[in-house]
């Protein structure tokens, strides 16, 4: 439900809940207080621009017509986007490169009856 998803990642951008790590692990370190998962951490920044997307997306739904009380996460999907490519100028004529990587990040929410 949508209402539970803002409050989880309300509670990790406080540093009060956990997200377990289940892809990207490797020299991750294991945690107290994950109870049955072992990496995991508080991911700050990620959580606060998903946050960001789910209000946005409730926003939505709201000027829609729908009732913000039963809508329900049914699809969220994150997918590479453009890459701003900068240089920054060293000695000598080299450079070196200061790329930018961003992200495309899709939620698509229904309302259950």
């Known amino acids: 439900?949508?209402?539970?998803?803002?409050?989880?990642?309300?509670?990790?951008?406080?540093?009060?809940?956990?997200?377990?790590?289940?892809?990207?692990?490797k020299k991750r370190g294991h945690h107290p207080g994950?109870?049955?998962?072992?990496?995991?951490?508080?991911?700050?920044?990620?959580s606060q621009h998903i946050l960001k997307v789910l209000k946005n997306a409730e926003a939505n739904a709201d000027n829609k017509g729908l009732?913000?009380?039963?809508?329900?996460?049914?699809?969220?999907?994150?997918?590479?986007?453009?890459?701003y490519k900068k240089y920054i100028e060293r000695a000598f004529g080299r450079s070196t490169p200061y790329f930018e990587n961003t992200s495309h990040v899709e939620i698509v929410l229904e309302e259950v009856a």
Request: charged share 35%; proline share 5%; glycine share 8%.
């Open 1 to 25: 439900m949508l209402d539970k998803a803002i409050e989880l990642l309300e509670s990790v951008v406080e540093e009060k809940a956990w997200i377990p790590y289940r892809r990207h692990k």
């Open 34 to 46: 994950m109870k049955k998962w072992g990496p995991g951490g508080h991911p700050v920044k990620a």
């Open 67 to 83: 009732d913000i009380d039963r809508l329900k996460v049914v699809h969220a999907a994150a997918q590479r986007g453009r890459t």
